[in-house]
């Protein structure tokens, strides 16, 4: 019923995060029109996306509980990675409630979202916190759907070949990357 939709990364400044991500080889999406974006979005074939993301430190200022708790955590200072979403078939989030209270997860009530695309199209879609901010949030489909037909990156990128990879560190105290 639930899959991993994406991965939320943090970051100070989108515009450079976009360049650097490109840069390395990534195919980036700005969310909506860049002069006014908070997030971007790198896409792979298939499986979860990346998400990154810039939010005002104003971000969940009155919200209090795991809500509050969750978003001070996107807002924390630095940057990195700060949460995944799951996500279900459905495009209405009440389904997936039922069955999360069912199975004695607390949750938020369902909560509309929305943005505009850089082309102008309006993306819809629902999302519901768990009361406890360890637990993954939850998205509802994309209405229309988001993922592109075709996703490649310059630099050859897969999920896949993301998986394979594993940081060790060096001899010398340092970290690196191996296949």
Partial sequence: ?????????????????????????????????????????????EGPFIELA???????????GALGERLARW??????????ALETDATDLAGARTWLEAAGVDVSPVMDGMRVRPDGEEVRYQYLMPHSARLPFVVSAYDPPQRPE????????????????????????RWSSRA
Avoid: Y
Wanted: net charge positive; charged share 20%.
């Fill in 150 to 173: 075709a996703v490649t990156h310059p630099n050859g990128a897969s999920p896949a070949g993301c998986a394979r990879r594993r940081a060790r560190p060096r001899k010398s105290g």
């Fill in 54 to 64: 810039h939010f005002p430190p104003s971000v969940g200022a009155s919200a209090d």
């Fill in 75 to 84: 807002v924390a200072p630095g940057e990195g990675w700060r949460d995944v």
């Fill in 1 to 45: 019923m639930l899959r991993c939709s994406h991965l939320l990364c943090t970051v100070h400044d989108l515009g450079q995060a976009v360049k650097d991500f490109r840069d390395l080889g990534f195919t980036v999406e700005w969310g909506s029109d860049p002069r006014r974006a908070h997030n971007a979005l790198i896409w792979f074939p």
